[in-house]
């Protein structure tokens, strides 16, 4: 068994690690690309969100490589994930591929079906055993969300321009060539070394948070590599959504204390939006509220075309916009988005924040 999971950011990082701690053979598909995203979209409905055709395109690559199985999530909301991975596996199979499919459905809905197919992919491997492999590949996770992080922070005030970009990739290497939890740790404590040795100086920076769907949120190719955009622009930048975060929150129901929770985006997204939508379309109003009431200059809500619970949330924003006076902009993103495109509406959106930041200090 081949096993292939489809990208979204570093997560190939997490779910290598823990499959091959259990000693499954795996294929990481290759980076997304231009190349992915046309195989996709060649084969899938139009109307289709643009990760399920960038998923279908990571596992047209993948079966390039030898993959023979995929993993994917499953879900049971109101949008279409739920059967996102039926229907690519329909394609599939009319494409000529020969896939088998595992879906990992949510724990709080079908916890024995998960168990079962937990057992199908780790094999012999004892329950201990799998619950090492989880928190070798969540630790992994929590690595990855640190170095993250400080390279949002180090990025807008780094004095050789690209040197953050540098740090980041030597130090996630070191972290993806860790095999077992004593390397992890050396890895990690390297890792922020390296990330703290980016020469910085100190200058005011505006802050921008960016809110909105998971996978266009945490994918650099989905959302065109915006946080590296932004940084460089002189723009310190947040995410509403974290890989570790995610898993906590759905996988270990929020098991782990003290890390960053949906449900208090959900709080606080009472009373503009009081239920689910399907997906992060709650969080994303709770988590721009979130943000105005912390002081952020401006939010960016992303989305892929045709992303519905995305679509209550943004027609929900202006009022969060004009209620606590932050400017929010929405980017909407699919195969046809253009690299002009994105680079003009944020220079717009950053001389906005520019000007009401100077005319605040200019009132103050
Ligand atoms: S949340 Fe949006 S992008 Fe994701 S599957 Fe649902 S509709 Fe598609």
């Known amino acids: 068994m081949k096993v292939t999971f489809p990208h979204m950011g570093h997560m190939w990082i997490c779910l290598q690690a823990m499959l ?18 046309s195989l996709g979209s060649k084969h899938s409905p139009e109307f289709a969100c643009m990760p ?18 995929i993993v994917m999530a499953g879900g049971c909301g109101p949008c279409r994930f739920g059967y996102y991975a039926q229907v690519e596996h329909e394609i599939l199979k009319d494409l000529g591929y020969n896939y088998h499919l595992v879906v990992m459905e949510p724990p709080e809905k079908h916890i024995g079906e998960l168990l079962a197919k937990i057992r199908y992919i780790t094999g012999k491997s004892s329950w201990l055993e799998v619950i090492r492999g989880i928190r070798f590949g969540y630790r992994k996770a929590l690595a990855v969300d640190e170095l993250e992080r400080l390279a949002m922070v180090r990025r807008p005030r780094e004095i050789k321009m690209g040197s953050t970009d540098g740090a980041l990739q030597q130090a ?18 390297g890792g922020i070394e390296i990330m703290r040795e980016v020469r ?9 948070a960016l809110v909105g769907e998971i996978y266009t949120l945490l994918e650099p190719f989905a959302n065109q590599d915006i946080e590296r955009r932004l940084g460089s622009m002189g723009i310190e930048v947040d995410r509403s959504i974290y890989l570790s975060e995610w898993v906590n929150d759905h996988l270990f129901m929020g098991f782990i204390r003290g890390l960053r929770s949906s449900k208090e985006y959900c709080r606080s997204a009472s009373p503009y939006l009081n239920h689910f939508v399907g997906g992060h379309g709650q969080e994303t109003v709770g988590s721009a ?32 916009s ?20 994105m680079t003009t509406r944020l220079e717009a959106f950053n001389d906005l924040l520019y000007r009401k930041s100077s005319a605040k200090e200019v009132l103050a």
Not at 52 to 69: H, I, Q, S, V, Y
Not at 304 to 314: H, L
């Open 322 to 341: 004009n209620d606590l006076d932050i400017p929010i902009m929405t980017l909407i993103v699919d195969e046809q988005s253009g690299e002009a495109g």
């Open 172 to 189: 996630l290497a070191e972290v993806v060539r860790a095999t077992d939890f004593r390397e992890l740790e050396k890895a990690s404590a």
């Open 20 to 37: 091959e701690y259990l000693g499954v053979e795996v294929v990481v598909p290759p980076p997304s690309s231009k190349r992915t995203l």
């Open 289 to 320: 509220v979130f943000y105005a009431r912390s002081g952020y200059n401006g939010i960016i809500q992303l989305l892929p075309f045709t992303c519905m619970p995305e679509i209550v949330a943004q027609s929900i924003l202006p009022g969060v």
């Open 200 to 208: 910085t100086e100190e200058r005011p920076v505006l802050r921008v």
């Open 52 to 69: 399920l055709k960038l998923n279908l395109g990571n596992f047209m690559e993948a079966a390039e490589r030898g993959a023979d199985t």
